[in-house]
T-cell receptor, first 110, second 115 residues
């Protein structure tokens, strides 16, 4: 039961452009959402989060947008940098549970 | 000065054996977690634990058990290992008493291979 979906397994963008990573969820009990970044052979690293009472949260180059009616969130990275190349996981929390998406591999080309 | 550490990093063992993976955090966090990353790369929560409550994912076999000797440690014990237990296991911790609602700090992972 894949309650959190990241439908794009990979994304490639040019350095300096915007990267947009998407995530959909099905369970309306989720009320807190997080994005993590993962490099090979390392554990995930927290990037940014958003509560369901907000529709946008911004931290430097990273912005997360939440559309509750569509059960959709997105992570915008602008400008993208080669060091952003990693796997990005979307996660959703609620009702004593947490679910992760399968991840999107972002490649930022110099 | 690693915030969340796991040992061992790699573990290769035979079916039927019992093994443990250790996890320690030096962040002073209240809650610790264990995750399994399967072959399809999904991260799945197995347990969350603070000094008040253990939350167990109902899909986790009872061959898996968390043991917490103190607030800084949450070890994972696995009995009667099966082939399907092969995966990467991640430990994590977070501040605050409400699991899943705070930033989690992850360890580097332990790759378990069951032969």
């Amino acid at each position: 039961d894949q309650q959190v979906k990241q439908n794009s397994p990979s994304l490639s963008v040019q350095e300096g452009r915007i990267s947009i990573l998407n995530c959909d969820y099905t369970n309306s009990m989720f009320d807190y959402f997080l994005w993590y970044k993962k490099y090979p052979a390392e554990g995930p690293t927290f990037l940014i989060s958003i509560s369901s009472i907000k529709d946008k949260n911004e931290d430097g180059r990273f912005t997360v947008f939440l559309n509750k009616s569509a059960k959709h969130l997105s992570l915008h990275i602008v400008p993208s940098q080669p060091g952003d190349s990693a796997v990005y996981f979307c996660a959703a929390s609620g009702n004593n549970d947490m679910r992760f998406g399968a991840g999107t591999r972002l490649t930022v080309k110099p | 000065d690693t915030a969340v550490s796991q040992t061992p990093k790699y573990l290769v063992t035979q079916m039927g054996n019992d093994k443990s993976i250790k996890c320690e955090q030096n962040l002073g966090h209240d809650t610790m977690y264990w995750y399994k990353q399967d072959s399809k790369k999904f991260l799945k929560i197995m347990f969350s634990y603070n000094n008040k409550e253990l939350i167990i994912n109902e899909t986790v076999p009872n061959r898996f058990s968390p043991k917490s000797p103190d607030k800084a440690h949450l070890n994972l014990h696995i009995n009667s290992l099966e082939l399907g237990d092969s995966a990467v296991y991640f430990c994590a911790s977070s501040q605050g008493g409400r699991p899943f609602y705070n930033e989690q700090f992850f360890g580097p992972g332990t790759r378990l291979t069951v032969l």
